[in-house]
Nanobody
């Protein structure tokens, strides 16, 4: 399976971007999906996760209230709407799929759960 993140770019502080993650080669409608990010010199950081049906979500405290994760299982695509962007949101954003089973709650934040990772998309927020 291939996951491809897109939609990144350069935006000013306070601006918005919408990331997409398209899957090819396999349906991920039965998988938990997540977004992670990695800034230069820092470890990969959890951003948000969504359950198989989309009924459950979990966010990092740093993005809660500003970012919204969603999915369209018909289109085999996941999204991350990012509003009120800050310079500290600057990073490469990655999407990932967890095929291990049902929605694990806050454990969805652990990158070790994810089996498939896509290529990232760069998000740069200027001050």
């Amino acid at each position: 399976v291939q996951l491809q993140a897109s939609g990144g770019g350069l935006v000013q502080t306070g601006g918005s971007l919408r990331l997409s993650c398209a899957a090819a080669g396999r349906s991920f409608s039965d998988d938990v999906m997540g977004w992670f990010r990695q800034a230069p010199g820092k470890e990969r950081q959890f951003v948000a996760a969504i359950s198989e049906s989309g009924d459950n979500t979990h966010y990092a405290d740093s993005v809660k209230g500003r970012f919204t994760i969603s999915r369209d299982n018909v289109k085999n695509t996941m999204y991350l709407q990012m509003n009120s962007l800050k310079p500290e949101d600057t990073a490469v954003y990655y999407c990932a799929a967890d095929t291990q089973g049902p929605w694990p709650g806050i454990i969805a934040a652990f990158p070790q759960r994810y089996d498939y990772w896509g290529r990232g998309t760069q998000v740069t927020v200027s001050s």
